[in-house]
């Protein structure tokens, strides 16, 4: 009771007894550590006030004592169930992972025990053996909403799942944590179910858990894998996948062939071309160096025979003119 108004041990039992007329499965013995409404007096009390802090010292004292004292009768019980050949252990709620939620008509606080899903502290209990879930579904779960639905579904398919409703989102990830640390499988979708007619169905097939139907040849979602969301999703995603990789595959092995290829005839065209070049070059040259060098020696002795011829002309011219003088 460090943290709560009271300190109680709570018995749920496997088959009711008989409290008065009545038939109950839920027994609970308690005891409030302080009051749990208190009268607001119109002055203030200082921190400093000696009663103040006597109350506080006996409250202290009071919650150890209390807490002792059940510690004792637990310790008791267990070993009377020991004596006589059965195995009983009180479980401790853990309030690090409880969370708000409304399992009947109000808001409460429910914690997770080792075996079990507890709020013991508001009436009616909501108390689930953990040993009885099969299954855990989240509904309403969207990016849209603040809050989410849980529900826990019973081994016995006859009998209808427990609810929890009105769950603030930022605690589905600890609970799915809690959910996979206890072995509990679990999925999630966007709208509310209608488990009647689900638990009908599941109820009537025969081979629910299997993943094919009587001619163990069709196939079929096993199990609770058909309240996934994103489950087809995921695999129609991951076969396209696999074929977009192998198609891919097949285009790089194609482009590859058809670069090798063009690389290929690239290097023909260029050996070509770089002959076809060569070839123009020699036609445009048309001789090669000695046969220039042959050609400028001839043209040299060209000029200069016709140099000679001209001077020869200009002394006959000469003459002439001297003789007619």
Known sequence: CE????????????????IGKKKQ????VFTEVIDASQAVDSGRRNMYDPEEMDDEQRERQLRKKLNEAFKEFCRKVEKVASKNGFTLEFDIPYRDLGFQGNPHKEMVFIMPTLNCLVNLTETPFFVVDLNHVDHVH?????????????????????????RV????????DAIQDWLTDMEISYTEGP?????????????????????????????KEAGWSFLRMFGDDDEDEEDSAEEDSDFGEDLDEESEEEEEEEEE?????????????ADEE?????MDWEDMEREAIAEDRRKGRRGNDDDDEDGGARNKRRRRR
């Open 3 to 18: 943290n709560e108004i009271m300190v109680l041990i709570h018995f749920h039992l496997k088959d009711p007894i008989m």
């Open 25 to 28: 499965k839920d027994i609970q």
């Open 138 to 162: 989240f509904e309403r779960v969207t990016f849209a909403s603040k809050a989410f639905d849980m529900v826990l579904i019973n081994k016995d398919f006859s009998k209808q799942p427990w």
């Open 165 to 172: 409703d009105m769950i603030p989102n930022s605690d589905k």
């Open 191 to 219: 709208m509310n179910l209608n488990w009647k007619q689900i638990m009908a169905t599941v109820a009537e097939d025969d081979r629910f858990y299997m993943d094919t139907e009587d001619d163990e040849v069709t196939k």
């Open 265 to 277: 005839s690239f290097d023909e065209e260029s050996e070509e071309e770089s002959d076809f070049d």
């Open 282 to 286: 020699l036609e445009e040259q048309g």
